[in-house]
Nanobody, 127 residues
Framework: QVQLVESGGGLVQAGGSLRLSCAASGRTFSMYAMGWFRQAPGKEREFVAT????????YYADSVKGRFTISRDIAENTVYLQMNSLKPEDTAVYYC????????????????????WGQGTQVTVSS
């Protein structure tokens, strides 16, 4: 059981950058694969990026490849999403999530595979 709290969202102009953080509680953080998802108004929640329990494997949605970077700091129980070259289409509430089966599967892109979710942080990109 873990609790996740996102931070770092805000308003930026197109082409700018933001760094999102997700702080996790619990001594088993290193056992979980972590993911980032986003949801725009009137849209379904979509996969953005994921990272394996030890950080050795990452995977990104095609829409963010080359622009976003996911990373994690095991000692600080924190996962990050560095967002560069932001576009208006990136505007959404961003959520971090934890997969408690991270010891047995490296990463997953399916929201239904994640067990714990943060409250979300708003990212708005102006044109």
């Amino acid at each position: 059981q873990v609790q996740l709290v996102e931070s770092g969202g805000g308003l930026v102009q197109a082409g700018g950058s933001l760094r999102l953080s997700c702080a996790a509680s619990g001594r088993t953080f290193s056992m979980y694969a972590m993911g980032w998802f986003r949801q725009a108004p009137g849209k379904e929640r979509e996969f953005v990026a994921t990272i394996s329990r030890n950080g050795g494997t990452t995977y990104y949605a095609d829409s963010v490849k080359g622009r976003f970077t996911i990373s994690r700091d095991i000692a600080e129980n924190t996962v990050y999403l560095q967002m560069n070259s932001l576009k208006p289409e990136d505007t959404a509430v961003y959520y971090c999530a934890a997969d408690r089966r991270g010891l047995y599967r490296a990463v997953t892109t399916k929201s239904g595979d994640y067990d714990y979710w943060g409250q979300g942080t708003q990212v708005t990109v102006s044109s």
